[in-house]
């Protein structure tokens, strides 16, 4: 075997300018494949960053069978009550968002206060209030309200007491301003800022922290409560996942439960398969051409080589010999051309600004897979070896006799 090696590698130095050009096809492809694959990986985790939790945010709530078969007494029940769109919801423990947070497939949870009150008796106008918890902004910016929604003054720090925010077109329509003091129940509130949700899964006309949202209700019905919500914000762990989100809230949440989301899950999740499968399927590709460009430069390698093979196999040389001799040289350019590849995506990589060019932020620095790379190096040593191997079937199959007589 050593022998074989000498041999395969001075036929390697005797014809420098095609081992040359046959390793730097090694070079090129493995520095490709290994590009190519960390590049596109790259794109798909960013894409996936982005997609990743697009439509997983939704409200989850407990149906009543009718206005009157909610868990209190209203006031004014013509004007007052518990309603998601319209629809009346029943009040449920605080505890049980602490065990929807428990979740594997809930990134995170929030709970809601949501009720529609009159402010004046005499002209019976109804407002909706939302109660949210200012501590806990990751589910609540997502599905009822966010700093980005603050159009004028500012929105609420967990420090801040006896005010609230206004939506635009409510504080419009009411002529609220921000400073102003609006009344609800027996209290008095400061408008702190007037906001711009656009859509959400929760909206109100009035957002203010749960406490106080507590309070104000407890002056509107008979009986008072507290530690109880009827809504629960859900920041989904991924659009992947939003089945199995939703299911595991209405399992919490029990019977006549249901969710209301913004209905974009399927299409971010949809894009991130499309974008995992697309790698895939560019990998396969690459290595196919990878696999018909080095059998090709063997090719041409015995063919050029075929005069010496036939004085070879004149002088007494095997079959065996000449086909592990091809083996040999095919392997030794293979490695060597895959080694260089490896050290050139490694540098290229490095100096080229991936993450600029695919617009992803700056927390998110993407770097050469090594897995790919060395995966990339296996593959493209294993291409050659069989590479090689259709080579030297091919010198196998020569006769010397023909070969001599076209001398």
């Known amino acids: 075997m050593k022998e074989v090696f000498k041999y395969a590698w001075k036929e390697i130095k005797r014809r420098k300018s095609r081992s040359t050009w046959n390793i730097l096809g090694y070079v090129i492809a493995v520095a490709f494949l290994a590009i190519t694959l960390s590049f596109t990986d790259s794109s798909r985790l960013g894409t996936s960053t982005t997609l990743r939790y697009t439509g997983a945010q939704f409200i989850g709530f407990v149906y009543a069978t009718s206005p009157q078969g909610t868990n209190i007494s209203f006031t004014n029940p013509d004007h007052e009550g518990l309603f998601i769109y319209n629809n009346p919801i029943l009040l449920f423990p605080l505890p049980l968002v602490d065990l929807i947070r428990q979740s594997p497939n809930v990134k995170n949870a929030a709970p809601l206060l949501t009720f529609t009150i009159i402010t004046d008796e005499y002209v019976s106008r109804s407002w909706i209030l939302a109660g949210f918890d200012p501590a806990d902004m990751e589910s609540v910016r997502m599905a009822a309200c966010s700093n980005t ?15 609230v925010l206004l939506e ?10 921000v ?22 899964p929760a909206k109100a006309d009035i957002y203010m922290p749960l406490k106080e949202a507590t309070e104000v209700l407890n002056t509107r019905i008979d009986q008072p409560v507290e530690n109880v919500v009827n809504v629960v914000l859900v920041d989904g762990a991924s659009s ?19 969710t209301i989301g913004y209905g974009c899950f399927n299409p971010a999740g949809a894009a991130i398969g499309i974008t995992t499968r697309g790698m895939k399927l560019l990998g396969l590709m690459v290595f196919v051409s990878i696999i018909l460009l080095i059998v090709v430069s063997q090719y041409y390698s015995v063919v050029e080589r075929g005069n010496d093979i036939g004085i070879l ?7 065996r010999s000449i086909v592990s001799q091809v083996l040999a040289e095919s392997f030794i350019q293979s490695v060597l051309g895959g080694l260089a590849g490896c050290i050139a995506a490694v540098l290229l990589y490095a100096f080229f600004p991936v993450g600029n ?19 990339g190096y296996v593959l493209t040593v294993l291409a050659g070896v069989l590479a090689g191997a259709v080579a030297a079937m091919m010198s196998a199959r020569l006769k010397p006799a023909d070969i001599l007589r076209k001398l």
Request: charged share 25%; net charge negative.
């Open 168 to 177: 635009q077109t409510f504080a419009d329509a009411e002529q609220y301003s």
């Open 179 to 200: 400073d102003d003091i609006i009344y609800l129940g027996d209290k008095e509130f400061r408008v702190l800022g007037i906001l711009s949700p656009g859509t959400r």
């Open 240 to 258: 992947l996942l939003i089945r199995s989100t939703i299911k595991d809230v209405k399992e919490i949440l029990g019977f006549n439960s249901s």
């Open 149 to 163: 929604d603050i159009v004028q003054g500012r929105l609420i720090q967990p420090e801040d007491t006896n005010v």
């Open 357 to 375: 060019w695919l617009g992803l932020e700056e927390s998110f620095t993407p770097s050469l897979d090594m897995m790919i790379l060395l995966s």
């Open 313 to 319: 196999k004149a002088i007494g040389w095997s079959e």
